[in-house]
């Protein structure tokens, strides 16, 4: 075999690789998004069922809240035992637990396999960002990080819609797409290998997280979370005020969804010219500009150009959250490290309704527009800061 040859084979198998990685990614939004057009005919289903309305709900949510929960023990597991073992358990875990509502006749099973699905996202993104983190640096983890974020929000608007389409069909039916982990499972087995790191340090010590200086970075995690999801708790119900019910609500959330993907793909060349700080002051003042436009609109238009505005923030959000993250911790510990990183997102989500349960309508998303550009605010402070230190050295 020539050179030319074995360098076309690693440039395939590289390719092979990284598709694997973003098609991996796109399974955590799957977790919520897929069934969530089938809601109401579950609940139909299950009319005689105590509390039928609220269990139903739980199904959408309770995934989000084991996956917070469990996101830290997956960590430690995917360093103990190796980062390929646990996703291939995971991914088993994904489609078994995923797909069992097809065949189940009690909404309490369905709800406790909705739980271990939440068990297994936690493994699964969790251990591909960590894999992104092992086997990228500098620009091109930037680069990949903005394609991982991408890939998720163009599977959430996917999933969604292929949801809807097989709700149609029945209830039962939006639950097989979870299948598609078994397919992500042969892709890992075959296209994935351990990366190598070591328990310690170069000079031999054993490797210590720096919470100090990590914390922070789940801090903003969370409140992203929080304030995110502010859209998808709150905007049905403030666009009913409008007049707007249906297919328009999931039109106006895909929107705000495929615009966040969109700058997603240009995360690398953001990050390259800005600092981590302003990119944040970004990512919150944009988001500040889209929830104030929302919250001041009368007509369904507005709201659109709100969430799209508010999309822009979002598509940086994440990316900028795992570029932060990544270069500060040794390798043997970045899988706690982003087990620690997926649990703050997903409590964020889960708390997100009750922090602004005492409001409603454009109300909430006032207080959102608030708290997001007074967040920005200290980020540009920071900037400031930062360009000041360096300006003295």
Avoid: C
């Avoid at 030319?4 to 399974?27: E, H, Y």
């Avoid at 919520?32 to 289903?45: D, H, K, V, Y």
């Avoid at 469990?70 to 073992?85: H, K, Q, V």
């Avoid at 919150?284 to 369904?300: C, D, P, R, V």
Wanted: charged letters at 10%; proline letters at 4%; hydrophobic letters at 55%.
């Amino acid at each position: 075999m020539t050179s030319s040859q074995i360098q076309s084979t690693r440039d395939w198998k590289r390719t092979l690789r990284n598709s694997t990685l973003l098609l991996g990614s796109t399974m955590t939004v799957m977790a919520g998004a897929t069934i969530s057009p089938a809601l109401p005919a579950i609940r139909t289903e299950f009319a005689s069922v105590p509390n039928a309305e609220l269990l139903t709900q739980l199904s959408l949510t309770i995934p989000a809240l084991f996956i917070a929960l469990f996101a830290p023990f997956a960590g430690a597991l995917l360093d103990r035992l190796g980062r390929r073992p646990v996703l291939i358990g995971a991914l088993l875990l994904y489609g078994l637990a995923g797909a069992s509502g097809f065949v189940l006749n009690s909404l309490y099973a369905i709800l406790v396999g909705r739980a271990l699905l939440g068990v297994a996202v936690a493994a699964i993104m969790s251990g591909f960002s960590t894999l992104i983190a092992d086997y990228f640096s500098g620009d091109e983890f930037n680069r990949f990080v903005g394609l991982q974020a991408a890939f998720t929000g163009f599977g959430g608007v996917v999933f969604l819609q292929m949801g809807g389409l097989l709700a149609d069909v029945g209830w039962r039916y939006p639950f097989l797409i979870y299948l598609l982990a078994l397919l992500v499972l042969v892709l890992v087995v075959l296209f994935i290998t351990e990366p190598e790191y070591q328990a310690g340090d170069t000079d031999g010590t054993k490797a210590t997280m720096p919470y100090q200086q990590i914390v922070p970075i789940y801090l903003v995690a969370f409140a992203g979370m929080v304030l995110f999801y502010l859209v998808p708790t709150q905007l049905p119900f403030f666009l009913e005020t409008l007049g707007v019910v249906g297919a328009s609500v999931g039109t106006a959330i895909a929107a705000m969804t495929l615009a966040a993907a969109l700058v997603s793909l240009q995360f690398q060349r953001i990050r390259a010219r800005l600092s981590a700080n302003l990119v944040f002051a970004l990512t919150f003042g944009f988001m500040a500009i889209g929830y104030l436009t929302i919250s001041q609109s009368a007509q369904y238009g507005m709201v659109i150009v709100g969430l799209l505005v508010a999309g822009v923030g979002l598509g940086m959000l994440q990316p900028n959250l795992a570029g932060w993250l990544a270069p500060l911790i040794p390798a043997s510990l970045r899988g706690q490290a982003f087990g620690l990183l997926t649990m703050s997102l997903f409590l964020g989500q889960f708390i997100s309704p009750v922090f602004f349960q005492p409001f409603n309508g454009n109300s909430a998303f006032l207080v959102g527009a608030v708290v997001l550009g007074l967040t920005a605010t200290i980020f540009v402070i920071r900037t400031g800061a930062s360009t000041h230190e360096r300006s003295m050295e």
